[in-house]
């Protein structure tokens, strides 16, 4: 990925030369007719494209202010009632994911969630110990963070 993002940012300086003139918006053009070459001649990179990894990152920030904004409204719900019913629960989550910089982005992400917190992480980095103020069904929430957070920050790391 590193090497097209200097790639396009060689044809955008080139660019710049080209024409003489040294604006931005002459920078900005140089840059999107390097992103369309680099799209053009994918096929010969050892790696996709990278804008691919750029929208899965996009994609990424978007999910986790989806559930941020939701899960706050959940646990609002909880604190407003009067009875507070809660029923927290620690679970072992077990990960697929294998980097060290996955598993923790994987466990931030949870963390800044409101209502979860990762509390520990397996030697074997197989598996996640996550406290949830309100979990009613487990297996629920071990399926809602491996559609959400996990399978984006695959996406993210296999793009």
Do not use: C
């Not at 900005?28 to 001649?41: E, H, R």
């Not at 927290?88 to 982005?105: C, G, V």
């Amino acid at each position: 990925m590193a090497i097209q993002i200097l790639l396009n940012f060689f044809v955008a300086v080139v660019w710049t030369f080209i024409t003489g003139t040294f604006t931005a918006h002459k920078f900005i053009i140089g840059w999107l007719i390097g992103a369309i070459l680099l799209f053009l001649m994918r096929r010969f990179l050892s790696e996709r494209f990278y804008f691919a990894r750029i929208w899965s990152m996009v994609k990424l920030i978007i999910l986790f202010l989806k559930e941020l904004i939701l899960s706050n409204i959940a646990v609002m719900k909880l604190v407003l009632e009067p009875t507070l019913p809660v029923s927290p629960a620690i679970f072992a989550y077990p990960t697929e994911l294998r980097s060290d910089w996955e598993i923790t982005l994987l466990s931030v992400l949870i963390t800044l969630t409101p209502g979860t917190l990762v509390i520990d992480v397996s030697e074997d980095q197989k598996t996640l110990f996550i406290h949830a103020i309100h979990a009613d069904e487990i297996d629920e929430a071990i399926s809602s963070i491996k559609n959400t957070f996990e399978k984006a920050i695959m996406e993210v790391s296999r793009s």
